[in-house]
């Protein structure tokens, strides 16, 4: 089963585990899709951190690295692209949180209005 969440920053203790290999998915020397997996994140659930991709069909390649072998029954994924974990969760992964960067600042709600 896949599931999708938003890291956290205890998450990011993957990049300097040394058991926690990069894996790279290149076309044409094009890097098109990465992640780091950790095989055991926690008991029968690996973690792959961030997965980005620029296709499904990428995200496809990179998922059968982690989960081809049968060998872990679940993987939790922080998908960077939105386009990728939408697709992911038409094809049946769960969707446990988005997380939402912006650049620039909210306005503010005119005098007299509310938020919904």
Do not use: K, N
């Not at 920053?9 to 926690?20: E, L």
């Not at 098109?32 to 496809?60: E, K, M």
């Amino acid at each position: 089963m896949l599931h999708l969440r938003a890291a956290t920053a205890a998450d990011y203790t993957a990049f300097v585990r040394p058991h926690v290999p990069l894996w790279c998915v290149r076309d044409q020397g094009e890097l098109v899709g990465l992640t780091r997996f950790w095989r055991d994140y926690l008991p029968d659930c690996g973690l792959c951190i961030p997965f980005r991709a620029a296709s499904p069909d990428i995200a496809a390649h990179l998922l059968h690295g982690a989960l081809g072998h049968g060998e872990i029954p679940e993987l939790e994924l922080s998908v960077v692209d939105p386009g990728v974990a939408d697709a992911l969760v038409a094809a049946g992964a769960r969707d446990h949180a988005r997380l939402y960067e912006m650049g620039g600042s909210l306005d503010r709600p005119s005098a007299g209005t509310r938020d919904s």
